[in-house]
């Protein structure tokens, strides 16, 4: 049960992680220890709604499932794959780029600082793929 008072966004994001993992035929342990979780407090609680999906956590998730990452943050990836927004288009028929706006905090460690660069590094490379 998804827990109440959460955002319409978080709570379709963890009925979707619940869907693609059914659909996949695998369990909550198993995804938990593919992204190096605990089951409980951990990858349990996101398909619960009782804790936010990170965007490190999405990213792990969409990695272990070998699935873009789009399909997990949108819940309408597979209604709307392949379908361009009126608005999205461009004269002649070329499509926007996708632009992101990201926060990166920098505490001075270095292994923080691989983890930021891996992270924008897939971020760059989503929006390269122009699915978002």
Do not use: W
Request: glycine share 6%.
């Amino acid at each position: 049960m998804v827990k109440k008072g959460i955002s319409s966004f978080n709570r379709d994001i963890s009925l979707n992680l619940k869907k693609i993992r059914e659909e996949k035929n695998l369990t909550q342990e198993y995804l938990a220890e593919c992204i190096g979780k605990d089951y409980t407090s951990g990858y349990a609680t996101l398909e619960q709604g009782k804790k936010k999906l990170t965007f490190e956590d999405a990213v792990k998730i969409s990695e272990c499932l070998k699935i873009p990452l789009v399909k997990i943050m949108d819940p309408n990836y597979e209604k709307n794959h392949g379908e361009t927004a009126e608005e999205d288009r461009l004269p002649y028929g070329s499509r926007k780029k996708s632009t992101m706006q990201i926060s990166v905090t920098l505490t001075g460690d270095y292994d923080d600082l691989q983890k930021q660069i891996r992270l924008l590094e897939k971020v760059n490379e989503i929006l390269s793929t122009d699915t978002i």
